[in-house]
């Protein structure tokens, strides 16, 4: 069974850094896009940076300059280091992975059951 496992959450100041971190474990095959996903309290769950397994990157304009997403692909996890934290920042944190099992011919996509991020201004 495929798990992913977020950690890193907290209550941090406006201005402030949080590093989360997703590991994903199971019988894994391979890893191809990973990701990063909120969702604030009213509102859709939204992308905020995603890293294929050759590194490609993509952030959503919101956090641009001030996030960093990585990936290690032996350990199977993925970090976001948030810089500058703002209060709209606020929200539950999903890690989100396309990855393919050893018992199944396609990739399909996990979620993490998430991680609280709060910002206070």
């Known amino acids: 069974q495929v798990q992913l496992v977020e950690s890193g959450g907290g209550l941090v100041q406006a201005g402030g850094c949080l590093r989360l971190?997703?590991?994903?474990?199971?019988?894994?095959?391979?890893?191809?896009?990973m990701g990063w996903y909120r969702q604030a309290p009213g509102k859709q769950r939204e992308v905020v940076a995603t890293i294929t397994s050759g590194g490609r990157i993509n952030y959503v304009d919101s956090v641009k300059g001030r996030f960093t997403i990585s990936r290690d692909n032996a350990k199977n996890t993925v970090f976001l280091q948030m810089n500058n934290l703002k209060p709209e920042d606020t929200a539950v944190y999903y890690c989100?992975?396309?990855?393919?099992?050893?018992?199944?011919?396609?990739?399909?996509?996990?979620w993490g059951e998430g991680t609280q991020v709060t910002v206070s201004s």
């Open positions: 971190s997703c590991a994903a474990s199971g019988r894994i095959i391979s890893i191809n896009d």
């Open positions: 989100n992975a396309e990855l393919r099992q050893w018992s199944s011919l396609y990739s399909r996509t996990y």
